[in-house]
């Protein structure tokens, strides 16, 4: 498999296996491929060193670790391989049962509108959510001196 890293000019450095994909879904036309590479932690190691010598945003997950997180579909269901046909969140273990095209779709749905404070971590100066915040920053932030 090839993995591009591909540079939107003053916003991002990122990587993908599928560039069109990646550039139709994120809405944009104006790219460049910097580097092309077969190896995953290569290419994830690249990406983040590029993204500190353009002065972008570097990604607190690198590539190769964000890959194997994704959840495992198959073509033929159209869902992952949990038990009883329904999906599962691995870091969590939670169920979902996502059968059907209308629940997949009415999956977010609920969370809609649901709003929170954002926080400021002193430290770093991230923003979030209340919850991440405190777990994360503020007297765990790993900009605390």
Not at 132 to 137: A, E, P, S, V, W
């Amino acid at each position: 498999m090839t993995y591009h890293i591909y540079h939107i000019p003053g916003i991002k450095i990122g990587c993908t296996s599928d560039l069109q994909k990646r550039m139709s879904d994120q809405g944009f036309t104006d790219w460049e491929i910097l580097e092309e590479h077969t190896d995953i932690y290569e290419v994830s190691h690249r990406e983040i060193e590029l993204q500190k010598e353009y002065s972008l945003p570097v990604d607190d997950v690198p590539y190769h670790i964000s890959v194997n997180n994704r959840y495992k579909w198959t073509s033929e269901t159209g869902r992952n391989a949990g038990r009883k046909g329904g999906a599962t969140n691995v870091r969590s273990g939670h169920w979902a049962s996502l059968k059907t095209k209308e629940h997949q779709s009415n999956a977010g749905k609920a969370m809609k509108g649901y709003k929170y404070t954002k926080v400021t971590c002193n430290y770093c100066g991230k923003e979030g959510g209340g919850g991440n915040m405190k777990r994360y920053h503020f007297d765990n932030c790993n900009y605390k001196k």
